[in-house]
């Protein structure tokens, strides 16, 4: 079974993070967040994956390198931003004549792949697109379907708080169906491919299922993901709470809550307190220091009787001894001020 990744998101809401690691490869508690996409397509029969991306391949090497066994990975370079569409569209030379799933490559999700497939094959789908059910759609676009789970429409995003079923960013496809379309423009895969599918008569389907969901785009999210992989919310996944890497040193007389995940080589210093906080590889909280509700990027520092709340530290940032910052975003490299 083969799958196509998308890699090409450009992270902008998770700066400054991503400005120094793509969106994909930022940490998910022990590994990056494209191990977990891997690992759960593995889990479902997955051998063989392209990932495509407008990035060089240079800008993934080093993770690709790294992955041991399966899945094999063939990478695919858009030479522009070609949207989901285009993207998707531009790897049918290397995914032959099989469905294939098609997905992003950072969203944190359960979604049982092998259900799916079957529901897909029961049906005689062209298309199947993973639906996931929100109480609130207004960011999102809401899918129509029929008693049957026929796709009949893609709406726009509601004005009023309103529930709904949201496309979850995972298909199964036909290549067949795909055929009209050439890669050398961007496609958008809800406003122009789905409805010409639809309207050509070919059977969409849209599976809802009971999954957990996270579109990890802003910080708020990615700390919300930490916190349910770490409660157990999402299946497949087990962690000690709080998560402590091996090579991490936290020092005797240092409080980590349940819901912190501290990476490789960081160091936490005696008498600091972490709180509902990722601590990136590399990173060091001083002595004394409090840190809630943040993000502290690889090889930042924030230094003693320090204290940080609902901050983003890009890599390599400093917030000096005894600051006091909350709800800000340190650029990379750079120094906090005070407010």
């Known amino acids: 079974m083969k799958a196509v990744v998308l890699v090409g998101g450009f992270g902008t809401r998770l700066r400054p993070l991503t400005e120094t690691i793509k969106k994909e490869l930022l ?52 030479r522009e931003p070609l949207g989901t569409g285009g993207a998707i569209v531009n790897t049918l030379p290397s995914v032959g004549e099989r469905p294939f799933f098609a997905l992003n490559g950072d969203i944190c999700t359960d979604l049982d792949l092998s259900a799916m497939r079957a529901f897909h094959e029961e049906r005689g789908a062209a298309i199947t697109i993973a639906l996931h059910h929100v109480e609130d759609a207004r960011a999102f ?120 995940s501290i990476g490789a080589e960081a160091r936490i210093a005696d008498g600091a307190v972490v709180e509902d906080s990722v601590v990136h590889p590399g990173a060091a909280v001083g002595a004394g220091a409090v840190v809630r509700t943040s993000i502290v990027g690889p090889g930042a520092r924030v230094g003693a009787e320090a204290n940080v709340t609902g901050c983003v530290l890009g890599a390599g940032a400093t917030v000096p001894d005894g600051l006091t910052i909350a709800d800000v975003k340190v650029p990379t490299d750079g120094t906090a001020v005070a407010p």
């Open 27 to 78: 940490p998910l508690v022990d590994r990056p967040i494209l191990d977990h996409t891997l690992d759960r397509l593995v889990r479902h029969g997955v051998d063989d994956v392209v990932m495509s991306s407008p990035y060089l391949e240079e800008a993934f090497h080093p993770f690709i390198e790294a992955r041991r066994g399966e899945p094999k990975i063939t990478w695919v370079t858009e």
């Open 141 to 260: 676009g809401l899918v129509e379907t029929d008693g049957n789970d026929r796709v009949r429409a893609f709406r726009e995003k509601p004005e009023d708080m309103i529930p709904g079923d949201v496309n979850a960013g995972t298909y199964l496809i036909d290549p067949a169906v795909l055929a009209p379309w050439t890669a050398d423009h961007e496609i958008s895969i809800e406003r122009e491919i789905f409805p010409t599918v639809i309207d050509a008569g070919h059977p969409v389907f849209g599976f809802v299922a009971d999954a957990y969901w996270m579109d990890l785009g802003t910080p708020e999210k990615y700390l919300q993901a930490h916190y349910d992989l770490l409660a157990g919310a999402v299946a497949g996944e087990t962690y000690e709470a709080p998560w402590i890497a091996p090579t991490a040193d936290v020092e005797h007389g240092a409080t980590l809550s349940p819901r912190s």
